[in-house]
């Protein structure tokens, strides 16, 4: 792996180490860059860059800032690949499990996020997915496919259902013949890797079972957590032997994660079938799915801890959920196909991206009020920075992060990057 050591700034190598630096410092994975971009967010400009990693795109850091957690959505699929059971760490080997279904890989050109969403019903999406009356609720009607561009098909191959761009409907019908033969799609192996802050060296690398997504760290700093989308897990990493310590199937297309600040509650969307997982991390135990709006994405606490907000993908809608209550409380919309979110310091307003409207909202989550902003094209990860009264969002068209002021709510600067800027994380 090539760990840039050089501080660009200004088109001048510096060799000054971070810590020197004006604070705070934010950290930016830029996809299939297969770079993290270090930035001083009190100017605004690129200091720095750690290479060497294969479409990075979750990000986080450990609370005492010594290690950053490297998600890599390069998804590796040989063959068919061997599930770990829960509680049970995971060699990242492959092989022909006994009784295993047969895998379909996904067709060329499409990412494996999109193949994912395309299956709602695989990746471990079974009749035996409905947790909601093991965990005190009201069973569920049996839902449709959990997907936008299926037209509310019901089963494979059917009229309405949208192929992939890029793809022939002769292939995607070949395609979906072969899952309702028996087939589904494979999950491969993806990577987390773990950097040291202080030198910007690897530390180590862990292999995972499916896509790493994003990747987050539990407060007390114990554990690394990378959700993945096309498994349906979570995976906790233990930062002390660098190796996986848990996994944990929370439901189809998990995507974000929230803590409260104690531990021990973890919460993760899950946005193949629009629950809200409450995970008790004494036990390691899901103990309660809580319906949201439909495809939950990113997530967000209140810094009260009294609520978490999810950005719902596909009814354009923030869930704003009681955790005292668990259940959702209050809807607001906000546009089509939202995606990023977070929430000032005061816990007040809530910024969150819609992408195929072009705008951020500001969301006044006491009386309801909506700001907008143009953002054209397609908002993306939208992420506080700090005190600095700044927002930073990535677009998902365009090499560049929008920098806007969050009290006048206006752009006022651009950060060019060398791809899309996903899971950004500030260091204070």
């Known amino acids: 792996m090539n760990i840039s050591k050089s501080l660009l700034l200004g088109g001048a190598a510096m060799l000054a180490p971070l810590a020197s630096l004006a604070n705070p410092i934010v950290y930016i994975p830029l996809g299939t860059a297969n770079e993290i971009m270090i930035v001083d967010a009190a100017t605004d400009k690129e200091i720095g860059k750690i290479s060497g990693f294969k479409n990075v795109h979750g990000l986080s850091l450990t609370p005492n800032g010594e290690y950053l957690v490297v998600g890599s959505n390069d998804e590796v699929i040989a063959g068919r690949s061997k599930m770990a059971g829960h509680g049970k760490k995971m060699s990242g080997s492959t092989g022909k499990p006994k009784s295993a279904p047969a895998v379909m890989a996904k067709p060329a050109g499409v990412s494996a996020a999109d193949h994912a969403k395309h299956h ?20 569920k009607a049996k839902a449709k496919p959990a997907m936008k561009d299926h037209g509310g098909a019901s089963k494979p191959g059917q009229p309405g259902m949208a192929k992939p761009k890029g793809m022939s409907e002769k292939d995607h019908k070949k395609h979906h013949a072969a899952q309702a033969g028996g087939l589904l799609p494979a999950v491969g192996i993806s990577t987390v890797s773990l950097v040291r802050v202080a030198d910007k060296k690897l530390e180590a690398t862990i292999k995972v079972r499916g896509m790493a997504h994003h990747t987050f760290v539990t407060p007390d700093g114990k554990y690394a957590v990378s959700t993945h989308t096309t498994a349906g897990t979570i995976s906790l990493i233990d930062l002390a032997t660098k190796k996986i ?99 000032s310091a005061d816990g007040e307003t809530l910024y ?45 068209k365009k090499p560049f992060i929008w920098v806007v002021d969050a009290k006048q709510f206006k752009v006022i600067g651009k950060i060019k990057v060398r791809d899309v800027a996903h899971q950004m994380v500030v260091a204070n």
């Open 120 to 139: 709602p019903q695989a990746r471990g999406t079974t009749k035996t997915q409905d947790h909601s009356a093991m965990m005190g609720g009201k069973p």
């Open 245 to 343: 310590f848990r996994n944990i199937y929370t439901g189809p297309q998990p995507n974000y994660v929230a803590f409260s600040k104690d531990g021990e509650q973890m919460y993760v969307s899950n946005a193949g079938n629009n629950t809200l997982s409450v995970i008790d991390t004494k036990n390691w135990i899901v103990s309660r799915n809580i319906l949201v709006g439909k495809g939950p994405e990113h997530i967000v606490m209140s810094p009260d801890e009294k609520f978490v907000y999810t950005n719902n993908s596909r009814d354009g809608t923030i869930s704003k959920v009681s955790l005292e209550k668990l259940k959702v409380v209050k809807t607001y919309t906000i546009g089509n196909n939202p995606h990023g979110i977070d929430i």
């Open 352 to 396: 969150a991206s819609a992408k195929k409207d072009n705008k951020l909202v500001a969301v006044d989550v006491k009386t309801g009020k909506i700001r907008t902003l143009k953002l054209d094209p397609a908002p993306y990860h939208v992420k506080v920075i700090g005190n600095t009264g700044k927002i930073y969002v990535s677009s998902k």
